[in-house]
C-alpha cells in the first residue's frame, strides 16, 4: 500500500472515532416514586417489584375499577423544552399505544401496565411521570 493510501485510511478510522457520540452522563437518572408507600402519592396505587421493593398495604382489591394510567412529560426549569409533549402515552383495560393494556390480575389482586419506554421520544434531561 502507497503512503498517501495509508494516509488516507488512518485519517477516514480517525475521522469515524471523532465523529461518534461519547457523552458520559452527567449525573445517574433520579427517580421519583409517588404511591401510597411514599409521601405525596396516590393512597389507592403502589408501585411493585422490579421498580420498588414489594410494598406491605392494607384494604380490600376491587378488579371491577377501570384504571387510567397516563405517562407525562414534566417542565423542567434546567431545560425549557421539558414538558413540551405533555401528556406522551396513555393506557385503559381497553387501550394503549403498541397494543399494551392496563391488566387485571385478580388473583394477584393487582392491576398491571407494561410502559414499553424505547418506543417513546424520550429525552434524558426530561422527568415523566404517571397518573391520573
Same mark, same amino acid.
Given at each position: 500500500?502507497?503512503? =498517501?493510501? +495509508? &494516509?488516507? +485510511?488512518?485519517?477516514? $478510522? ?6 461518534? @457520540? ?7 437518572? =433520579?427517580?421519583?416514586?409517588?404511591? $401510597?408507600?411514599? =409521601?405525596?402519592?396516590?393512597? !389507592?396505587? &403502589?408501585?411493585?417489584?422490579?421498580? #420498588? ?5 392494607? %384494604?380490600?382489591?376491587? *378488579? ?5 394510567? #397516563?405517562?407525562? #412529560?414534566?417542565?423542567?426549569?434546567? !431545560?425549557?423544552?421539558?414538558? $413540551?409533549? *405533555?401528556?406522551? $402515552? ?7 399505544? *403498541? %397494543? #399494551?393494556? /392496563?391488566?387485571?390480575? /385478580?388473583? %394477584? ?6 410502559? !414499553?419506554?424505547? @418506543?417513546?421520544?424520550?429525552?434524558? @434531561?426530561?422527568? &415523566?411521570?404517571? *397518573?391520573?
Amino acid at each position: 500500500m502507497k503512503p =498517501s493510501r +495509508w &494516509y488516507k +485510511w488512518a485519517a477516514a $478510522a480517525l475521522l469515524a472515532v471523532a465523529c461518534q @457520540d461519547h457523552r458520559p452522563l452527567t449525573s445517574p437518572p =433520579s427517580f421519583l416514586i409517588q404511591d $401510597a408507600a411514599h =409521601s405525596g402519592g396516590n393512597p !389507592h396505587v &403502589y408501585w411493585l417489584p422490579p421498580m #420498588e421493593a414489594q410494598p406491605k398495604f392494607t %384494604g380490600t382489591f376491587n *378488579g371491577t375499577l377501570s384504571p387510567v394510567i #397516563e405517562i407525562s #412529560e414534566l417542565p423542567n426549569v434546567a !431545560h425549557p423544552t421539558c414538558g $413540551a409533549q *405533555g401528556i406522551i $402515552a396513555t393506557f385503559t383495560t381497553s387501550t394503549g399505544p *403498541g %397494543g #399494551e393494556k /392496563v391488566g387485571v390480575d /385478580v388473583a %394477584g389482586q393487582k392491576y398491571v401496565v407494561n410502559w !414499553h419506554t424505547k @418506543d417513546f421520544p424520550l429525552n434524558v @434531561d426530561c422527568n &415523566y411521570r404517571s *397518573g391520573r
